[in-house]
């Protein structure tokens, strides 16, 4: 059974850093591109950003790119999210997302995790 | 980017009803097109990817057609557990979901 479950959110003030983890379990996490979505309180759904395979390609989007570093570890079967910068606006329920790929930035994400909540207060 | 522009933004509907959520995009995404349920504090689920498969388990009353820059999804019998929000997703360039459709009960 696929499973991926999130960890690592929580407050943080203004200007502050975060990392989230993503631990893989149930299928050959090497093989498929990885990705992580946020859903701001009450709103929608926004990709934040995506990693292929093997790491070699990575995106993200505007309004993170710059603060934000998508990382895996194939031999740990995770995923991660270094959240630098932290603005009230980041504050969002992150799900990481396995894409029906091995390539970045695409895909049909067929399997998410349970999500894990960040929240950026004074 | 590719704007995902999805109505209605909420709909109401009885149990057996036809239910219809189209999602159009700013430019041709030939049939790179998903569909997705999130009930209420849960992850999403992906019930149609490419426009027009069935994700294995999803019910048979769950449908969506279209390509290029107009998509519809369909649920030909409302049912109680139906009762979600449903987004609309590119993947044609970097990808993007529509802003979603709350769908309840009358």
């Known amino acids: 059974e696929v499973q991926l479950v999130e960890s690592g959110g929580g407050l943080v003030k203004p200007g502050g850093s975060l990392r989230l983890s993503c631990a893989a379990s149930?299928?050959?996490?090497?093989?498929?591109?990885m990705n992580w979505v946020r859903q701001a309180p009450g709103k929608g759904l926004e990709w934040v950003s995506s990693?292929?395979?093997?790491?070699?390609?990575?995106y993200y989007a505007d309004s993170v790119k710059g603060r934000f570093t998508i990382s895996r570890d194939n031999a740990k079967n995770s995923l991660y999210l270094q959240m630098n910068s932290l603005r009230a606006e980041d504050t969002a329920v992150y799900y990481c997302?396995?894409?029906?790929?091995?390539?970045?930035?695409?895909?049909?994400?067929?399997?998410w995790g349970q999500g894990t909540l960040v929240t950026v207060s004074s | 980017d590719i704007q995902m522009t999805q109505s209605p933004s909420s709909l109401s509907a009885s149990v057996g009803d036809r239910v219809t959520i189209t999602c159009q995009a700013s430019?041709?995404?030939?049939?790179?097109l998903n569909w997705y349920q999130q009930k209420p504090g849960k992850a999403p689920k992906l019930l149609i990817y490419?426009?027009?498969n069935l994700e294995t388990g999803v019910p048979s009353r769950f449908s969506g057609s279209g390509s290029g820059t107009d998509f519809t999804f369909t649920i030909s019998s409302l049912q109680p557990e139906d009762i979600a929000t449903y987004y609309c997703?590119?993947?044609?360039?970097?990808?993007?979901f529509g802003q979603g459709t709350r769908l309840e009960i009358k």
């Open positions: 997302a396995r894409a029906r790929i091995a390539v970045a930035g695409t895909g049909v994400f067929d399997y």
């Open positions: 149930g299928f050959t996490f090497s093989s498929y591109s």
């Open positions: 990693i292929s395979s093997s790491s070699s390609y990575i």
């Open positions: 430019q041709d995404i030939s049939n790179y």
């Open positions: 490419d426009a027009s």
């Open positions: 997703q590119q993947y044609d360039n970097l990808p993007t």
